[in-house]
Protein backbone atom coordinates (compact mmCIF):
# COMPACT_ATOMS: atom_id res chain seq x y z
CA UNK A 1 0.00 0.00 0.00
CA UNK A 2 1.02 3.10 -0.56
CA UNK A 3 2.50 5.70 2.16
CA UNK A 4 -0.57 7.85 2.23
CA UNK A 5 -3.03 5.14 3.76
CA UNK A 6 -0.02 4.51 6.73
CA UNK A 7 -0.16 7.79 7.84
CA UNK A 8 -4.10 8.56 7.28
CA UNK A 9 -4.82 8.62 11.16
CA UNK A 10 -8.34 6.99 10.32
CA UNK A 11 -6.73 3.88 8.71
CA UNK A 12 -4.42 3.78 12.04
CA UNK A 13 -7.44 4.14 14.19
CA UNK A 14 -8.93 1.16 12.60
CA UNK A 15 -5.98 -1.12 12.75
CA UNK A 16 -5.00 -0.06 16.46
CA UNK A 17 -8.79 -0.82 17.46
CA UNK A 18 -9.43 -3.51 15.20
CA UNK A 19 -6.55 -5.49 17.60
CA UNK A 20 -8.07 -4.52 20.84
CA UNK A 21 -10.72 -6.02 19.45
CA UNK A 22 -9.11 -9.25 18.62
CA UNK A 23 -7.36 -9.21 21.65
CA UNK A 24 -10.76 -8.80 23.92
CA UNK A 25 -12.52 -12.22 21.77
CA UNK A 26 -9.92 -14.22 21.51
CA UNK A 27 -8.80 -13.49 25.19
CA UNK A 28 -12.65 -15.19 26.09
CA UNK A 29 -11.21 -18.39 26.50
CA UNK A 30 -9.49 -17.32 29.95
CA UNK A 31 -12.36 -16.44 31.24
CA UNK A 32 -13.97 -19.59 29.85
CA UNK A 33 -10.91 -21.88 30.84
CA UNK A 34 -10.96 -20.19 34.39
CA UNK A 35 -14.44 -21.59 35.48
CA UNK A 36 -13.78 -24.76 33.09
CA UNK A 37 -10.74 -26.01 35.71
CA UNK A 38 -12.59 -24.16 38.76
CA UNK A 39 -15.53 -26.40 38.26
CA UNK A 40 -14.00 -29.40 36.78
CA UNK A 41 -16.57 -28.97 33.57
CA UNK A 42 -15.30 -29.51 30.08
CA UNK A 43 -16.02 -29.61 26.66
CA UNK A 44 -14.67 -32.92 25.31
CA UNK A 45 -14.36 -36.28 26.86
CA UNK A 46 -10.07 -36.62 26.51
CA UNK A 47 -9.97 -33.66 28.34
CA UNK A 48 -11.41 -35.28 31.57
CA UNK A 49 -8.18 -37.62 31.51
CA UNK A 50 -5.67 -34.27 30.91
CA UNK A 51 -2.63 -33.55 33.17
CA UNK A 52 -3.62 -30.84 35.79
CA UNK A 53 -7.52 -31.69 35.95
CA UNK A 54 -8.97 -33.59 39.10
CA UNK A 55 -10.79 -37.02 38.79
CA UNK A 56 -14.43 -35.59 39.26
CA UNK A 57 -13.91 -33.94 36.35
CA UNK A 58 -17.03 -33.90 33.94
CA UNK A 59 -18.45 -32.91 30.58
CA UNK A 60 -21.45 -30.67 30.51
CA UNK A 61 -23.08 -28.06 28.25
CA UNK A 62 -25.65 -26.50 31.01
CA UNK A 63 -23.21 -25.28 33.87
CA UNK A 64 -24.43 -21.47 33.80
CA UNK A 65 -21.52 -19.28 34.33
CA UNK A 66 -19.47 -21.21 31.24
CA UNK A 67 -22.68 -21.34 28.91
CA UNK A 68 -22.93 -17.19 29.69
CA UNK A 69 -19.24 -16.63 28.33
CA UNK A 70 -19.87 -18.82 25.59
CA UNK A 71 -22.82 -17.21 24.98
CA UNK A 72 -20.95 -13.66 24.89
CA UNK A 73 -18.37 -15.11 22.89
CA UNK A 74 -20.40 -16.35 19.69
CA UNK A 75 -22.65 -13.11 19.92
CA UNK A 76 -18.54 -11.57 19.20
CA UNK A 77 -18.38 -13.94 16.79
CA UNK A 78 -21.47 -12.55 15.31
CA UNK A 79 -20.61 -9.00 15.03
CA UNK A 80 -16.82 -7.92 15.36
CA UNK A 81 -15.61 -9.82 12.01
CA UNK A 82 -18.35 -8.14 10.16
CA UNK A 83 -17.75 -4.96 11.86
CA UNK A 84 -13.95 -4.97 11.11
CA UNK A 85 -14.34 -6.15 7.71
CA UNK A 86 -16.99 -3.01 6.43
CA UNK A 87 -15.12 -0.53 8.65
CA UNK A 88 -11.77 -1.46 6.48
CA UNK A 89 -13.57 0.06 3.28
CA UNK A 90 -15.46 2.58 5.09
CA UNK A 91 -11.83 3.74 5.65
CA UNK A 92 -11.35 3.79 2.16
CA UNK A 93 -14.24 6.43 1.30
CA UNK A 94 -12.38 8.69 2.87
CA UNK A 95 -15.06 9.56 5.63
CA UNK A 96 -14.56 12.79 7.88
CA UNK A 97 -12.12 11.81 10.98
CA UNK A 98 -13.30 12.82 13.66
CA UNK A 99 -16.36 11.04 13.12
CA UNK A 100 -14.57 8.11 11.83
CA UNK A 101 -12.17 7.53 14.62
CA UNK A 102 -14.59 7.82 17.31
CA UNK A 103 -17.33 5.83 15.34
CA UNK A 104 -14.38 2.96 15.85
CA UNK A 105 -14.12 3.92 19.46
CA UNK A 106 -16.94 3.73 20.70
CA UNK A 107 -17.42 0.04 19.13
CA UNK A 108 -14.42 -0.99 20.98
CA UNK A 109 -15.58 0.48 24.22
CA UNK A 110 -19.11 -1.08 23.86
CA UNK A 111 -17.78 -4.37 23.06
CA UNK A 112 -15.82 -4.04 25.63
CA UNK A 113 -18.61 -3.08 28.34
CA UNK A 114 -21.04 -5.70 26.44
CA UNK A 115 -18.12 -8.71 27.60
CA UNK A 116 -18.11 -6.71 30.95
CA UNK A 117 -21.59 -6.74 32.04
CA UNK A 118 -22.64 -10.19 29.98
CA UNK A 119 -19.98 -12.49 31.52
CA UNK A 120 -17.34 -10.67 33.96
CA UNK A 121 -19.71 -9.13 36.23
CA UNK A 122 -23.95 -9.97 35.53
CA UNK A 123 -25.22 -6.44 35.25
CA UNK A 124 -29.07 -6.38 35.13
CA UNK A 125 -30.86 -5.48 31.30
CA UNK A 126 -30.91 -3.18 29.76
CA UNK A 127 -27.10 -2.63 30.06
CA UNK A 128 -26.23 -5.43 27.86
CA UNK A 129 -29.14 -4.88 25.38
CA UNK A 130 -27.79 -0.69 25.24
CA UNK A 131 -24.11 -1.75 24.83
CA UNK A 132 -25.32 -4.32 21.80
CA UNK A 133 -27.34 -1.65 19.73
CA UNK A 134 -25.32 0.90 20.07
CA UNK A 135 -22.70 -1.10 18.41
CA UNK A 136 -24.71 -2.72 16.20
CA UNK A 137 -25.65 0.37 14.88
CA UNK A 138 -22.72 1.61 14.25
CA UNK A 139 -22.37 -1.49 12.14
CA UNK A 140 -25.26 -0.35 10.33
CA UNK A 141 -24.48 2.99 9.75
CA UNK A 142 -20.47 1.93 8.48
CA UNK A 143 -22.30 -0.81 6.12
CA UNK A 144 -24.85 1.64 4.39
CA UNK A 145 -22.38 4.48 4.23
CA UNK A 146 -19.67 2.16 2.32
CA UNK A 147 -21.95 0.60 0.16
CA UNK A 148 -24.09 3.69 -1.01
CA UNK A 149 -20.06 4.87 -1.58
CA UNK A 150 -19.47 1.87 -3.77
CA UNK A 151 -22.75 1.24 -5.62
CA UNK B 1 -4.22 2.06 -1.92
CA UNK B 2 -3.80 3.69 -5.27
CA UNK B 3 -6.51 5.39 -7.38
CA UNK B 4 -6.29 2.70 -9.84
CA UNK B 5 -7.75 -0.11 -7.52
CA UNK B 6 -10.88 2.26 -6.44
CA UNK B 7 -11.58 2.44 -10.64
CA UNK B 8 -11.75 -1.26 -10.86
CA UNK B 9 -15.32 -2.12 -11.27
CA UNK B 10 -14.33 -6.05 -9.76
CA UNK B 11 -13.43 -3.66 -6.94
CA UNK B 12 -16.05 -2.12 -6.36
CA UNK B 13 -18.59 -5.28 -6.88
CA UNK B 14 -16.46 -6.73 -4.46
CA UNK B 15 -17.43 -4.31 -1.69
CA UNK B 16 -20.68 -3.53 -2.92
CA UNK B 17 -21.94 -7.32 -2.15
CA UNK B 18 -19.78 -7.57 0.77
CA UNK B 19 -21.67 -4.46 2.22
CA UNK B 20 -24.92 -6.16 1.18
CA UNK B 21 -23.95 -9.70 2.81
CA UNK B 22 -23.31 -7.64 6.08
CA UNK B 23 -26.20 -6.04 6.45
CA UNK B 24 -27.84 -9.98 5.59
CA UNK B 25 -25.68 -11.58 8.33
CA UNK B 26 -26.03 -8.79 11.18
CA UNK B 27 -29.72 -8.22 10.42
CA UNK B 28 -30.50 -12.01 11.31
CA UNK B 29 -30.67 -10.75 14.70
CA UNK B 30 -34.32 -8.90 13.84
CA UNK B 31 -36.07 -12.08 12.94
CA UNK B 32 -34.49 -13.93 15.92
CA UNK B 33 -35.83 -10.63 18.07
CA UNK B 34 -39.10 -10.82 16.56
CA UNK B 35 -39.35 -14.95 17.36
CA UNK B 36 -38.00 -13.78 21.28
CA UNK B 37 -40.68 -11.17 21.76
CA UNK B 38 -43.98 -12.87 20.50
CA UNK B 39 -43.13 -16.15 21.75
CA UNK B 40 -41.11 -14.92 25.40
CA UNK B 41 -38.76 -17.08 25.36
CA UNK B 42 -35.29 -15.46 25.48
CA UNK B 43 -31.34 -16.30 25.72
CA UNK B 44 -30.65 -15.61 29.43
CA UNK B 45 -32.13 -14.97 32.76
CA UNK B 46 -31.92 -11.37 33.15
CA UNK B 47 -33.39 -10.79 29.90
CA UNK B 48 -36.80 -11.94 31.40
CA UNK B 49 -36.97 -8.96 33.95
CA UNK B 50 -36.26 -6.47 31.15
CA UNK B 51 -38.49 -3.06 29.81
CA UNK B 52 -41.29 -4.66 27.65
CA UNK B 53 -40.70 -8.14 28.66
CA UNK B 54 -43.84 -9.85 30.09
CA UNK B 55 -43.95 -11.67 33.31
CA UNK B 56 -44.36 -15.34 31.70
CA UNK B 57 -41.08 -14.60 30.00
CA UNK B 58 -38.43 -17.89 30.12
CA UNK B 59 -35.04 -19.30 28.85
CA UNK B 60 -35.14 -21.76 26.72
CA UNK B 61 -32.59 -23.31 23.97
CA UNK B 62 -35.72 -25.97 22.30
CA UNK B 63 -37.88 -23.48 20.32
CA UNK B 64 -38.03 -24.80 16.69
CA UNK B 65 -38.24 -20.97 15.07
CA UNK B 66 -36.01 -19.44 17.33
CA UNK B 67 -33.14 -22.15 16.82
CA UNK B 68 -33.66 -22.46 13.45
CA UNK B 69 -33.13 -18.90 12.82
CA UNK B 70 -29.76 -19.50 15.10
CA UNK B 71 -28.85 -22.18 12.87
CA UNK B 72 -29.43 -19.81 9.30
CA UNK B 73 -26.89 -17.63 11.42
CA UNK B 74 -24.48 -19.92 12.16
CA UNK B 75 -23.98 -21.49 8.85
CA UNK B 76 -23.59 -17.33 7.65
CA UNK B 77 -20.73 -17.08 10.40
CA UNK B 78 -19.13 -20.69 8.89
CA UNK B 79 -19.04 -19.31 5.31
CA UNK B 80 -19.58 -15.28 4.63
CA UNK B 81 -16.21 -14.42 6.30
CA UNK B 82 -14.27 -16.84 4.73
CA UNK B 83 -15.79 -15.87 1.31
CA UNK B 84 -15.38 -12.39 2.14
CA UNK B 85 -11.79 -13.18 2.96
CA UNK B 86 -10.71 -15.00 -0.01
CA UNK B 87 -12.65 -13.10 -2.19
CA UNK B 88 -10.48 -9.82 -1.45
CA UNK B 89 -7.21 -11.45 -2.54
CA UNK B 90 -8.99 -13.10 -5.63
CA UNK B 91 -9.98 -9.25 -6.55
CA UNK B 92 -6.04 -8.47 -6.90
CA UNK B 93 -5.29 -11.50 -9.15
CA UNK B 94 -6.86 -9.54 -11.89
CA UNK B 95 -9.95 -12.15 -12.68
CA UNK B 96 -11.94 -11.69 -15.86
CA UNK B 97 -13.97 -8.74 -14.89
CA UNK B 98 -17.35 -10.72 -15.83
CA UNK B 99 -16.82 -14.02 -14.51
CA UNK B 100 -15.81 -12.21 -10.60
CA UNK B 101 -18.79 -9.86 -10.50
CA UNK B 102 -21.23 -12.58 -11.83
CA UNK B 103 -19.39 -14.99 -8.84
CA UNK B 104 -20.29 -12.43 -6.27
CA UNK B 105 -23.68 -11.62 -7.60
CA UNK B 106 -24.48 -15.32 -7.30
CA UNK B 107 -23.08 -15.59 -4.07
CA UNK B 108 -24.90 -13.14 -2.31
CA UNK B 109 -28.07 -14.07 -4.15
CA UNK B 110 -27.78 -17.51 -3.42
CA UNK B 111 -26.92 -16.39 0.41
CA UNK B 112 -30.23 -14.38 0.61
CA UNK B 113 -31.97 -16.97 -0.61
CA UNK B 114 -30.46 -19.46 1.93
CA UNK B 115 -31.41 -17.87 4.38
CA UNK B 116 -35.05 -17.43 3.04
CA UNK B 117 -35.86 -20.66 2.53
CA UNK B 118 -34.13 -21.53 5.79
CA UNK B 119 -35.74 -19.29 8.30
CA UNK B 120 -38.11 -17.38 6.83
CA UNK B 121 -40.51 -19.87 5.28
CA UNK B 122 -39.20 -22.62 5.34
CA UNK B 123 -39.10 -24.20 2.05
CA UNK B 124 -38.53 -28.13 1.78
CA UNK B 125 -35.16 -29.54 1.02
CA UNK B 126 -33.48 -29.54 -1.56
CA UNK B 127 -34.26 -25.51 -1.45
CA UNK B 128 -31.71 -24.94 1.54
CA UNK B 129 -28.91 -27.68 0.06
CA UNK B 130 -29.06 -26.07 -3.64
CA UNK B 131 -28.27 -22.57 -2.26
CA UNK B 132 -25.86 -23.48 0.15
CA UNK B 133 -23.60 -25.84 -2.65
CA UNK B 134 -23.71 -22.85 -4.45
CA UNK B 135 -22.28 -20.77 -2.29
CA UNK B 136 -19.74 -23.54 -1.71
CA UNK B 137 -18.67 -24.13 -4.52
CA UNK B 138 -18.00 -20.50 -5.64
CA UNK B 139 -15.83 -20.14 -2.63
CA UNK B 140 -13.63 -22.96 -3.32
CA UNK B 141 -13.03 -21.60 -6.69
CA UNK B 142 -11.95 -18.50 -5.66
CA UNK B 143 -10.11 -19.77 -2.96
CA UNK B 144 -8.17 -22.85 -5.16
CA UNK B 145 -7.59 -19.82 -8.23
CA UNK B 146 -6.61 -17.17 -5.63
CA UNK B 147 -4.05 -19.79 -4.19
CA UNK B 148 -2.44 -21.18 -7.04
CA UNK B 149 -1.56 -17.52 -8.20
CA UNK B 150 -0.26 -16.45 -4.60
CA UNK B 151 2.07 -19.97 -4.37
CA UNK C 1 -2.19 -2.05 -4.61
CA UNK C 2 0.89 -1.29 -5.84
CA UNK C 3 3.58 -3.60 -7.15
CA UNK C 4 5.75 -3.77 -4.45
CA UNK C 5 3.54 -5.18 -2.46
CA UNK C 6 2.37 -8.12 -4.66
CA UNK C 7 6.03 -8.77 -5.09
CA UNK C 8 6.81 -9.20 -1.15
CA UNK C 9 6.91 -12.90 -0.30
CA UNK C 10 5.73 -12.05 3.00
CA UNK C 11 2.59 -10.87 1.64
CA UNK C 12 2.09 -14.21 -0.70
CA UNK C 13 2.58 -16.49 2.30
CA UNK C 14 0.35 -14.88 4.06
CA UNK C 15 -2.47 -15.20 1.05
CA UNK C 16 -1.68 -18.87 0.15
CA UNK C 17 -1.82 -19.82 4.04
CA UNK C 18 -4.97 -17.51 4.75
CA UNK C 19 -6.12 -19.70 1.55
CA UNK C 20 -4.91 -23.06 3.17
CA UNK C 21 -7.12 -22.20 6.41
CA UNK C 22 -9.90 -21.38 4.44
CA UNK C 23 -10.03 -24.20 2.65
CA UNK C 24 -9.75 -26.35 5.63
CA UNK C 25 -12.27 -24.36 7.89
CA UNK C 26 -15.32 -25.15 4.92
CA UNK C 27 -14.34 -28.55 4.00
CA UNK C 28 -15.14 -29.04 7.50
CA UNK C 29 -18.21 -29.99 6.44
CA UNK C 30 -17.68 -33.20 4.36
CA UNK C 31 -16.07 -34.60 7.86
CA UNK C 32 -19.65 -33.19 9.31
CA UNK C 33 -21.75 -34.69 6.16
CA UNK C 34 -19.78 -38.23 6.54
CA UNK C 35 -21.28 -39.05 9.84
CA UNK C 36 -24.55 -36.93 9.38
CA UNK C 37 -25.26 -39.33 5.76
CA UNK C 38 -23.88 -42.49 7.67
CA UNK C 39 -25.56 -42.54 11.19
CA UNK C 40 -28.72 -40.90 9.50
CA UNK C 41 -29.04 -37.29 11.66
CA UNK C 42 -29.78 -34.27 11.06
CA UNK C 43 -29.98 -31.03 11.78
CA UNK C 44 -33.14 -29.39 10.20
CA UNK C 45 -36.76 -31.79 10.32
CA UNK C 46 -37.10 -30.94 6.99
CA UNK C 47 -33.57 -32.86 6.01
CA UNK C 48 -34.83 -35.89 7.28
CA UNK C 49 -37.43 -36.00 4.00
CA UNK C 50 -34.51 -35.28 1.50
CA UNK C 51 -33.42 -37.69 -1.64
CA UNK C 52 -30.87 -40.03 -0.88
CA UNK C 53 -31.94 -39.96 3.48
CA UNK C 54 -33.42 -43.38 4.74
CA UNK C 55 -36.70 -43.53 6.10
CA UNK C 56 -34.90 -43.82 9.73
CA UNK C 57 -33.38 -40.43 9.77
CA UNK C 58 -33.71 -38.35 12.51
CA UNK C 59 -33.12 -34.79 14.23
CA UNK C 60 -30.70 -34.86 17.57
CA UNK C 61 -28.12 -32.84 18.86
CA UNK C 62 -26.27 -35.42 20.89
CA UNK C 63 -24.41 -37.35 18.77
CA UNK C 64 -20.44 -37.25 19.87
CA UNK C 65 -18.74 -37.66 16.32
CA UNK C 66 -21.24 -35.07 15.20
CA UNK C 67 -21.27 -32.65 17.77
CA UNK C 68 -17.35 -33.10 18.08
CA UNK C 69 -16.39 -32.05 14.14
CA UNK C 70 -19.21 -29.22 14.79
CA UNK C 71 -17.33 -27.93 17.71
CA UNK C 72 -13.56 -28.26 16.30
CA UNK C 73 -15.59 -26.27 13.56
CA UNK C 74 -16.73 -23.79 15.91
CA UNK C 75 -13.05 -23.32 17.08
CA UNK C 76 -12.03 -22.68 14.02
CA UNK C 77 -14.49 -19.65 13.43
CA UNK C 78 -12.98 -18.14 17.10
CA UNK C 79 -10.00 -18.25 15.83
CA UNK C 80 -8.78 -18.55 12.30
CA UNK C 81 -10.84 -15.05 10.86
CA UNK C 82 -9.34 -13.06 13.58
CA UNK C 83 -5.66 -14.66 12.88
CA UNK C 84 -6.22 -13.18 9.11
CA UNK C 85 -7.40 -10.15 9.96
CA UNK C 86 -4.72 -9.01 12.66
CA UNK C 87 -2.17 -10.75 9.59
CA UNK C 88 -2.99 -8.65 6.99
CA UNK C 89 -1.74 -5.56 8.86
CA UNK C 90 1.02 -7.02 10.31
CA UNK C 91 2.77 -8.05 6.64
CA UNK C 92 1.97 -3.94 6.37
CA UNK C 93 4.27 -3.74 9.64
CA UNK C 94 7.06 -4.81 7.38
CA UNK C 95 8.14 -7.50 9.87
CA UNK C 96 11.49 -9.35 9.30
CA UNK C 97 10.69 -12.17 6.39
CA UNK C 98 11.76 -15.50 8.16
CA UNK C 99 10.01 -14.70 11.40
CA UNK C 100 6.88 -13.93 9.71
CA UNK C 101 6.29 -16.54 6.78
CA UNK C 102 7.34 -19.14 9.53
CA UNK C 103 4.44 -17.91 11.60
CA UNK C 104 2.31 -18.08 9.04
CA UNK C 105 3.39 -21.79 8.41
CA UNK C 106 3.16 -22.99 12.07
CA UNK C 107 -0.11 -21.70 12.54
CA UNK C 108 -1.27 -23.07 9.30
CA UNK C 109 0.15 -26.73 10.24
CA UNK C 110 -1.08 -26.30 13.95
CA UNK C 111 -4.98 -25.55 12.74
CA UNK C 112 -4.45 -28.89 10.45
CA UNK C 113 -3.21 -30.59 13.56
CA UNK C 114 -5.65 -29.47 16.06
CA UNK C 115 -8.59 -30.82 13.46
CA UNK C 116 -7.13 -33.82 12.92
CA UNK C 117 -6.71 -34.46 16.23
CA UNK C 118 -9.85 -33.15 17.65
CA UNK C 119 -12.25 -34.68 14.93
CA UNK C 120 -10.62 -37.17 12.40
CA UNK C 121 -8.67 -39.38 14.91
CA UNK C 122 -9.01 -38.76 18.35
CA UNK C 123 -5.62 -38.34 19.65
CA UNK C 124 -5.41 -38.41 23.86
CA UNK C 125 -4.91 -34.44 25.21
CA UNK C 126 -2.95 -32.69 25.74
CA UNK C 127 -2.54 -33.09 21.87
CA UNK C 128 -5.72 -30.39 20.73
CA UNK C 129 -4.31 -28.32 23.99
CA UNK C 130 -0.99 -28.17 22.33
CA UNK C 131 -1.92 -27.32 18.71
CA UNK C 132 -4.56 -24.96 20.28
CA UNK C 133 -2.20 -22.98 22.13
CA UNK C 134 0.68 -22.31 19.89
CA UNK C 135 -1.87 -21.37 17.76
CA UNK C 136 -3.50 -19.21 19.94
CA UNK C 137 -0.17 -16.86 20.94
CA UNK C 138 1.31 -16.98 17.53
CA UNK C 139 -2.18 -15.03 16.95
CA UNK C 140 -1.70 -12.72 20.58
CA UNK C 141 1.91 -11.59 19.40
CA UNK C 142 0.95 -11.06 15.82
CA UNK C 143 -1.89 -8.68 17.38
CA UNK C 144 0.39 -7.12 19.55
CA UNK C 145 3.44 -6.37 17.41
CA UNK C 146 1.19 -4.84 15.25
CA UNK C 147 -1.09 -2.84 17.56
CA UNK C 148 2.22 -0.78 19.03
CA UNK C 149 3.03 -0.21 15.64
CA UNK C 150 0.15 1.67 14.41
CA UNK C 151 -0.42 3.16 18.04
Redesign the interface.
Same mark, same amino acid.
Given at each position: ??TK??ENPIF?AY? %?Y???L? $?K??G??FLIAKYRFKKQIF?????T???LVKENATVTYDD?DIE?CR?A?LND???I??F? %??SF?YV $?TDPNPIIAINLFRIYTTVRFIYTFV?AVI?V???A??ISWTIG?WI??YI??S??IH??
Open positions: MDLFRI %FGCLT $LTIMVISPEDKMFPRRHLENPFM %FVF $LYVPQPRSFTMTITAFW
